[in-house]
Structures are given as structure tokens and as C-alpha cells.
């Protein structure tokens, strides 16, 4: 079957600021594993990214322009960055790369309050189990 647009006038054309979606996020089926405010967050950072995917928007005022909750919003941060979609270190938001994408589950690095990382001693300090 030969496609003709329906309206040729409007055929989208890629736009001077650098921004577009991998096909591989729907042909790979990563979109189908995320919830409803994960796929609304991941398109906002892939629209607002620069060429590296790198995105400084603050927490509350993506929660806002999304409409989530402050909940809502850290659980679908946490989605992307544990299937590997997204990283994130406050302030500062990355797209990562599909082609890496690895079909396991990623666990993000133990990190405290602040984003710090944390060490094995201090994890186990805080499950009540001492240092090991």
C-alpha cells in the first residue's frame, strides 16, 4: 500500500532545536513496561532535551506542567531510571541511549537524601544489620 499524507502542507519537518522520540521506544515494547506519568514524564524530557538528552527543569515545575502529584511524579522519576531510560542527579536530567538498554531491570546506585552516593557500610548501618 503507497502512503500519501492527508494533508501535505503539514508534513512535519524536523525543527531547528534539537528534539525527537527513538521509534525503538514503541518497536522494542519499552513504552508498553511504563505507567501512564512515566511515558508523560520521559516525552516531556525527550521534548525539552538538548542533543545529549540533558534537561535541567526543576522537580516542581515538571510535576505542575504534568500534573502530578509530588508522589506520583518522584514514582515515575524512579520508573525510567530503574529501567534505564533516564538518569538523574539533581538538578540534572539525561535521556540515556536505547541502543545500551538492557532487558533487565536496572537498579539505580544506593543514594541518600541529597543524591549522594551511599556506601555498603552506611546501607547496612541503616537496615540494623552493622557494618559488614
Not at 26 to 52: C, K, M, N, Q
Not at 111 to 121: D, H, I, K, M, P
Request: net charge positive; with cysteine.
Amino acid at each position: 500500500m503507497e502512503k500519501h499524507p492527508i494533508y501535505p502542507e503539514r508534513v512535519r519537518k524536523i525543527p531547528r532545536q534539537f528534539s525527537w522520540v527513538d521509534h525503538r521506544l514503541v518497536r522494542e515494547h519499552h513504552i508498553d513496561r511504563l505507567s501512564h506519568p512515566a511515558a508523560a514524564l520521559y516525552l516531556f524530557l525527550v521534548t525539552v532535551g538538548d542533543a545529549r538528552g540533558l534537561s535541567y527543569y526543576s522537580d516542581g515545575i515538571l510535576s505542575d506542567r504534568l500534573g502530578m502529584d509530588g508522589n506520583t511524579f518522584t514514582q515515575a522519576r524512579e520508573q525510567l531510571t530503574r529501567r534505564g531510560l533516564i538518569a538523574y542527579k539533581r538538578p540534572l536530567y539525561q535521556i540515556l541511549a536505547l541502543d545500551c538498554y538492557r532487558q533487565t531491570v536496572m537498579m539505580p546506585a544506593p543514594r541518600n537524601a541529597t543524591g549522594e552516593l551511599q556506601s555498603l557500610a552506611t546501607i547496612f548501618k541503616q537496615n540494623g544489620e552493622g557494618a559488614p
